[in-house]
């Protein structure tokens, strides 16, 4: 089991920059692969950028490449979300997830089996 706590939102003008960071507690963190989503007001929930367990792979969603950047540091349990040139479509709740499967990395909500209680992002134009 892991717990996941996410950090760093805020308001933001468009054109700065966040860094998110997630927090792991609990065993097995450094075996599984991480993933970041959004969901805006309205909005389904959208996979935004994922990492293996080893964080020698990473993929990113059409909307966040070039711009985000996905990290994790597996001996401190914690993974981030480096996101520059924000724009005002941003704007959501960003959560931490993590997925127990080995299976590259999952873009689908469903395929992750812990999540955190999110952290808000506003980007004002």
């Known amino acids: 089991q892991v717990q996941l706590v996410e950090s760093g939102g805020g308001l933001v003008q468009a054109g700065g920059s966040l860094r998110l960071s997630c927090a792991a507690s609990g065993r097995g963190f450094s075996s599984y692969g991480m993933g970041w989503f959004r969901q805006a007001p309205g909005k389904e929930r959208e996979f935004v950028a994922g990492?293996?367990?080893?964080?020698?792979?990473?993929d990113y969603a059409d909307s966040a490449k070039g711009r985000f950047t996905i990290a994790r540091d597996n001996p401190k349990s914690m993974v981030y979300l480096q996101m520059n040139r924000l724009k005002p479509e941003d704007t959501a709740g960003y959560y931490c997830a993590a997925d127990r499967s080995w299976q590259g990395i999952p873009t689908r909500e469903g395929e992750y089996d812990y999540w955190g209680q999110g952290t808000q992002v506003t980007v004002s134009s």
């Open positions: 990492i293996t367990w080893s964080g020698s792979g990473t």
